[in-house]
T-cell receptor, first 113, second 114 residues
Framework: KQEVTQIPAALSVPEGENLVLNCSFT??????LQWFRQDPGKGLTSLLL?????REQTSGRLNASLDKSSGRSTLYIAASQPGDSATYLC????????????FGAGTRLFVKA | NAGVTQTPKFRILKIGQSMTLQCTQD?????MYWYRQDPGMGLKLIYY???????DKGEVPNGYNVSRSTTEDFPLRLELAAPSQTSVYFC?????????????FGPGTRLTVT
């Protein structure tokens, strides 16, 4: 059974710092991995999606990497800003059993001005 | 193009009552999903559908029912509401074209059962 873990659960950094959020999964038979942002009381916004055959994806100040063999993904945020404060969730989609998606519990990020 | 819409935004139910959470998408996506999110937790899949007339159970289907009569709509039915169903419910859809299945989410329905 796929399990997805995100460490740390919460993170507080000063504005301008580069930071890395971690996501690990137990079953490497994945179809893709998707990183989301969730603001308090809001829905999820897709940030980056990495297919199982890819190693990384980039969008602006965000870079997501995937190492399927070790069951790990990282989300790198460069030059963090207070507006980046949110909860970041990773979600792993399996490649069998109906392509079900399993979510991590998220990392709550706070960027101090 | 509204994306994924959900109604209602908030609802309070008494124990034993029933209700339907509505979800509609206008992106012509085949795949649709219902998740619940408990405080401080990730999302758990309740039910999903790969097309009109086809539904299947996710991780936590007990106490819920779904139907998918059209591509656009995927309602979630709660029968005999229980306090354990207090949660935020999210509907999502995804597009198999290009084979990415990237998921797009609605704004959520916050449900309290007392």
């Amino acid at each position: 059974k796929q399990e997805v873990t995100q460490i740390p659960a919460a993170l507080s950094v000063p504005e301008g710092e580069n930071l890395v959020l971690n996501c690990s999964f137990t079953d490497s038979a994945i179809y893709n991995l998707q990183w989301f942002r969730q603001d308090p009381g809001k829905g999820l916004t897709s940030l980056l999606l990495i297919q199982s055959s890819q190693r990384e994806q980039t969008s602006g100040r965000l870079n997501a990497s995937l190492d399927k063999s070790s069951g790990r993904s990282t989300l790198y945020i460069a030059a963090s800003q207070p507006g980046d404060s949110a909860t970041y969730l990773c979600a792993v989609r399996g490649n069998t059993g109906g392509f079900k998606t399993i979510f991590g519990a998220g990392t709550r990020l706070f960027v101090k001005a | 193009n509204a994306g994924v819409t959900q109604t209602p935004k908030f609802r309070i139910l008494k124990i034993g009552q029933s209700m339907t959470l509505q979800c509609t998408q206008d992106m012509n996506h085949n795949y649709m999903y219902w998740y619940r999110q408990d405080p401080g937790m990730g999302l758990k899949l309740i039910y999903y559908s790969v097309g009109a007339g086809i539904t299947d159970k996710g991780e936590v289907p007990n106490g819920y029912n779904v139907s998918r009569s059209t591509t656009e709509d995927f309602p979630l039915r709660l029968e005999l509401a229980a306090p354990s169903q207090t949660s935020v419910y999210f509907c999502a859809s995804s597009n198999p074209w290009g084979q990415t299945y990237e998921q797009y989410f609605g704004p959520g329905t916050r449900l309290t059962v007392t």
